[in-house]
């Protein structure tokens, strides 16, 4: 006979008392906490700085959209070779690959579009149905099939890795004419790495391949064994420099006072620390 959890909701404890459930009443007590805690204070020196951090912060008006050197040196070089872009996060990567794939679907062609993580993965799908139409979109991950003989396909690398084996077990190639791999740093993780190196082996030298990336460091070495494995040209375009997007990094502390996490020497706020000495005796 199989015995009762007595940890399930509303089932007796050991003196035969139901366990205490949180209900919305308990929500509701701690949002109307939250909403009458009073403004929070600050010295004239610490809303100096919050004004720092906050300024600018906001939609920029609008301007004509001229692209950048090396997006248009990835676009041209793509034509006939594989590429390697590396360059700082917000820089518009993504850009050199949607603007190829608009030409690939205007002459009817194919493309896979990877990346490593399934909520990247529907990003690029939303915004991509929005660019090229829901029609001439698919996606394909562990949770996800829809569409999957659109002419361009958004899934996570695994399946893309899994696409390309199949083909292979039935004497056939994979049908795509183009491969983005997104995050292509991910080729050195130690337990997922593999995929991307056995997608880029599989791969065949008619399908070209643009790889992006914010954070290869030996993009050189990273080509020479691209150009090695598939015996294709490969180009290296690397955009250095600093993230065209500013980030700003800031703690809020339990009292609604927001602090810059670094001050203008570019070492850790020691304002904060007074909310950790606080904040030891609990659990």
Request: proline share 6%.
């Amino acid at each position: 006979m199989a015995r009762k959890d007595r940890r399930s909701s509303g089932s007796p404890g050991k003196k035969g008392k139901p366990y205490k459930q949180r209900g919305k009443s308990g929500e509701r007590k701690r949002r109307d906490n939250f909403a009458e805690r009073p403004a929070p204070s600050y010295s004239p020196a610490q809303l100096k700085a919050v004004e720092d951090l906050l300024s600018g912060i906001g939609t920029p008006e609008p301007t004509p959209f001229v692209p950048d050197d090396f997006q248009t040196e990835a676009l041209a070089a793509i034509e006939t070779e594989d590429v390697l872009v590396t360059a700082p996060t917000g820089s518009g990567k993504t850009w050199i690959a949607r603007e190829e794939i608009r030409r690939l679907l205007e002459q009817k062609k194919r493309a896979w579009y990877t990346t490593p993580l399934k909520a990247l993965t529907n990003s690029k799908y939303m915004e991509f149905s929005n660019e090229f139409g829901a029609g001439n979109v698919g996606i394909l991950t562990g949770d996800r099939k829809e569409n999957s003989r659109a002419p361009l396909i958004v899934g996570t690398t695994e399946i893309y890795r899994n696409q390309v084996f199949d083909a292979l077990r039935g004497g056939e190639m994979i049908d795509t004419d183009f491969l983005i791999l997104d995050e292509a740093h991910y080729l050195a993780d130690d337990y997922r790495g593999h995929v991307w190196e056995e997608s880029i082996i599989l791969t065949p030298p008619r399908v070209r391949i643009l790889l992006l990336s914010a954070t290869i460091g030996n993009a050189g070495e990273f080509a020479a064994w691209i150009r090695e494995t598939r015996g294709t040209k490969v180009r290296v375009i690397d955009r250095a420099g600093d993230r065209p997007v500013e980030l700003r990094a800031a703690f809020l502390a339990p009292n609604l006072q927001l602090f810059p996490l670094f001050g203008k020497d570019g070492k850790f706020n020691r304002q904060i620390e007074q909310f950790r000495r606080k904040s030891r005796g609990y659990r």
